[in-house]
């Protein structure tokens, strides 16, 4: 590390925050025994109104636990979780856990082609899946059981059957609404054989926990290697980063979803081992969080610029209270300065941008709580976190303070590598235990990060990647087209939309509203380009489509 970079970002830290963290000696499922134990009753998860407490979620878990066993899940299987976020999502995670075994985190609005790359580079053979998706999820390669999720099933009666019937008319309606698909197991049957035996063997600390899929630097999604010890850590510097945290008092609101390295560790396991009350929301609805925040309002909302904004609008438009909302940290991307201020002046409360990466579990930097802030930095490193920044082109060298370089993290959240991987692992990881983000950053002399550009191309659109190539490969099979490329045109809330530019054959007419539709088969809605261009494309002298150029001439329009 050079000399100007040597922690001087310390003296900036809010009050009470440590320079370092205890290295973590405990496993995931030893932070929720730690947890029943310290807060049982209090409500740890609420979902439409509906409580579960701290004593109730252990139960349940050993529940479920037990149901896997049965199913033949053992330590070290993979088990695949399709769920948005509910109260079995919560308790399907830390189940897989308790058995040793390892959660792969996927997102249920995938299609299946989508999710077949997945699955056949993981190799689960339990999946646990929302009932809506669980039929395609069965269909996907080397799944041999599928334990089907009803969502209604954890909502207040009064939210799952919207008219006054008869007892017996409303259980008869709701089992055919909730009829299993085939082939798969009801997440009832699961958990009702008893609960698994205490004396069963545990995880450690150092045992993989999760594999969180990402786009990396390069390349195809590859799947992050999060170990217990990472996502622990990275729990850890959460609650030393906000000193002002009350254990068991908290609100969190899940408006962010598990199945994304952000929601997975903020609202999962910084929210429980800070005793939080829970608030999971299956999607980001403006109506449901501000009817849910009448009646509990957040303390402490992790969540994307335009969540904010949209929430912020709303609660002043209707006079809802959102005052109780002490600390929000925003990531993912960019956080607008507009943002930030209407937020504020609509809570009273903090708001302050981080960044990481999936492969860092995933903060690695953060604003500080505070006086200390800047806004339009990303912040400056977590505890137990150094960072350099570097040539992209020779990544031995060091540049100094303010200049641009890449930035090189290292921590204790840094993840293992790629799972089955380890050509691209030695890419990403360097001697010494550096991780190359592949993002250009300029630190001045506080230690303070501002992100001014990417090496890889992704393309951030509502807190998710969008890889480039993945969306051009569909985009070339509609007849007609001979070549595309797709990039990311800013918008004003700090997010990116989704274009495509296509090349054609000699005299072909393509209906760019074909183009779009064609995308809407294979990829999830947030994947679909807004708008599809038909022009010429770019390219170097050995024939490589040139997408920044494509970018720049589609921004300067």
């Known amino acids: ?38 807060h049982g009753p209090r409500p740890a998860l609420e979902f439409f109104g509906a409580e579960v407490t701290y004593t109730e979620l252990g139960r349940r878990v050993g529940l479920a636990a037990e149901g896997l066993r049965r199913l033949g899940v053992e330590a070290g299987d993979r088990v695949a979780l399709v769920l948005p976020n509910c109260p079995d999502h919560i308790v399907a995670f830390h189940a897989v856990l308790r058995l040793g075994a390892v959660v792969v985190e996927h997102n249920p609005l995938y299609t299946p082609t989508e999710m077949a790359h997945q699955f056949g580079d993981h190799g689960a053979r339990v999946a646990i899946a929302w009932d809506r998706v669980a039929g395609a999820v069965a269909g996907l390669p080397g799944v041999e059981h599928v334990v089907a999720v009803d969502l209604t099933a954890s909502m207040p009666w009064t939210k799952r059957i919207a008219l006054r019937l008869p007892v017996r008319r409303a259980r008869e309606l709701r089992a055919q609404l909730t009829a299993p698909a085939p082939g798969t197991t009801p997440w009832a049957d699961l958990v009702a054989h008893g609960s698994l035996d205490p004396e069963a063997p545990r995880p450690v600390v150092t045992d993989l926990a999760a594999i969180q899929y990402t786009s990396g630097t390069t390349g195809h999604p590859k799947g992050a290697m999060l170990s217990h010890r990472n996502l622990m850590a990275n729990a850890a510097q959460g609650r030393a980063w906000v000193p002002g945290m009350r ?6 609101y899940a408006v962010l979803p598990m199945f994304h390295a952000y929601g997975l560790t903020l609202c999962l396991t910084f929210a429980m081992s800070a005793g939080a009350r829970l608030v999971l929301f299956p999607r980001f609805d403006v109506d449901l969080v501000l009817t849910a925040a009448e009646k509990h309002p957040p303390t402490f909302l992790p969540a994307v610029p335009p969540i904010y904004e949209r929430l912020a609008r709303a609660a002043r438009d209707r006079g809802i209270d959102l005052t109780a909302t002490r600390f929000a940290i925003s990531g993912a991307m960019a956080l607008p300065r507009e943002t930030l201020e209407l937020w504020e002046e609509v809570t009273g409360g903090l708001l302050v941008e981080g960044y990481g990466l999936t492969e860092t579990s995933p903060i690695v930097i953060g604003n500080p709580i505070g006086s200390e802030r800047r806004p339009g930095a990303v912040g400056v490193p977590f505890p137990s976190t150094d960072i350099r920044v570097v040539d992209p082109d020779d990544p031995t060298r060091d540049r100094p303070a303010g200049e641009r370089g890449e930035l090189l993290v290292r921590g204790p959240q840094v993840f293992a590598g790629y799972w089955d991987k380890p050509e691209e692992t030695a890419v990403a990881l360097l001697d010494g235990g550096w991780f190359r983000t592949g993002d250009i950053v300029v630190v001045d002399a506080d230690g303070f990060v501002s992100v001014v550009d990417r090496i890889k191309e992704l393309i951030v659109t509502g807190g998710f990647n969008v890889m480039p190539s993945e969306v051009e490969a569909v985009v070339r099979t509609v007849p007609g087209v001979t070549d595309a490329a797709v990039v990311g045109l800013p918008r004003s809330d700090g997010s990116e939309d989704v274009v495509a530019v296509v090349t054609t054959e000699p005299g072909a ?7 779009r539709a064609r995308c809407r088969t294979d990829l999830a809605a947030y994947k679909v380009p807004r708008r599809v261009v038909v022009d010429e494309l770019p390219r170097s002298q050995i024939g490589k489509v040139l997408r920044k150029q494509v970018r720049q001439s589609l921004t300067e329009e």
């Open 1 to 38: 590390m050079t000399a100007e970079l040597e922690h001087t970002w310390v003296a900036h830290y809010a009050k009470g925050v440590p320079a370092e963290i205890d290295p973590p000696t405990e496993s995931l499922v030893d932070l929720l025994d730690t947890a029943v134990a310290t």
């Open 247 to 252: 254990p068991g008092r908290e609100v969190v």
């Open 509 to 515: 007419d393509v209906d760019v509203e074909v183009v």
